[in-house]
Nanobody, 118 residues
Framework: QVQLVESGGGLVQAGGSLRLSCAASRSIISFNSIGWYRQAPGQQRELVATISKSSGGSTDYADSVKGRFTISRDNAKNTVELQMNSLKPEDTAVYYC??????????WGQGTQVTVSS
């Protein structure tokens, strides 16, 4: 079991930046994958970015955010962050942190709202 708490969301103008943080209630070293997902109103939840197990782990991004967003993890602090640059109105959504353990169980945070104004 793990609790995930996201923070860092807010209102920003197009072209601006935000940095989201996901704090886990226990060590994240054992989790196979950690990712950020987002859900816009009326839309399905979609993958934004994932990072694999090791601190220098491999990353994967949705095409829509490649080159603008960067995911990172700090195993010592039990945090995962998402640096979002050059934000666009279409990035507006609730952003969720998700982890998966070694047997495939998934844990989600409660989400943080990101609103990008044009």
């Amino acid at each position: 079991q793990v609790q995930l708490v996201e923070s860092g969301g807010g209102l920003v103008q197009a072209g601006g930046s935000l940095r989201l943080s996901c704090a886990a209630s226990r060590s994240i070293i054992s989790f196979n994958s950690i990712g950020w997902y987002r859900q816009a109103p009326g839309q399905q939840r979609e993958l934004v970015a994932t990072i694999s197990k090791s601190s220098g782990g491999s990353t994967d991004y949705a095409d829509s955010v490649k080159g603008r967003f960067t995911i990172s993890r700090d195993n010592a602090k039990n945090t995962v962050e998402l640096q979002m640059n050059s934000l666009k109105p279409e990035d507006t959504a609730v952003y969720y942190c998700r982890v998966s353990n070694s047997i495939g169980l998934l844990y989600w945070g409660q989400g943080t709202q990101v609103t990008v104004s044009s």
